[in-house]
Nanobody, 127 residues
Framework: QVQLVESGGGLVQAGGSLRLSCAAS????????MGWFRQAPGKERQFVAA??????????YYAESVKGRFTISGDNAKNTIYLQMNSLKPEDTAVYYC??????????????????WGQGTQVTVSS
């Protein structure tokens, strides 16, 4: 079992930055693929970014819409992953969810491949 708690959401103007955190408990997060997803009202849950570990190496994946603006990272000591979001746009407005799963490769973009989810944190970007 893994428990995930997100924090760091809020209201920011377009062009601004936010850093989301996802604290994991119950298991070491590096045992899993960790992902960030978002869901805007009336829309399906959308892949944002993911990170996987293999020994000391790690791989990161990003949706095209956030490449170059968002960065996913992890802190082993704190068992926490982060999503640094820069140059935010109004279309980034959504509830952001942290997730943990065992898939690797291209499967990391599919929300159905994740086993554990946090409660979500709201990000609102004003124009």
């Amino acid at each position: 079992q893994v428990q995930l708690v997100e924090s760091g959401g809020g209201l920011v103007q377009a062009g601004g930055s936010l850093r989301l955190s996802c604290a994991a408990s119950g298991r070491t997060f590096s045992d899993y693929t960790m992902g960030w997803f978002r869901q805007a009202p009336g829309k399906e849950r959308q892949f944002v970014a993911a990170i996987t570990w293999s020994g000391r190496s790690r791989s990161t994946y990003y949706a095209e819409s956030v490449k170059g603006r968002f960065t996913i990272s992890g802190d082993n000591a704190k068992n926490t992953i982060y999503l640094q979001m820069n140059s935010l746009k109004p279309e980034d407005t959504a509830v952001y969810y942290c997730a943990a799963g065992l898939e690797t490769g291209v499967a990391v973009i599919a929300p159905g491949r994740y086993d554990y989810w946090g409660q979500g944190t709201q990000v609102t970007v004003s124009s």
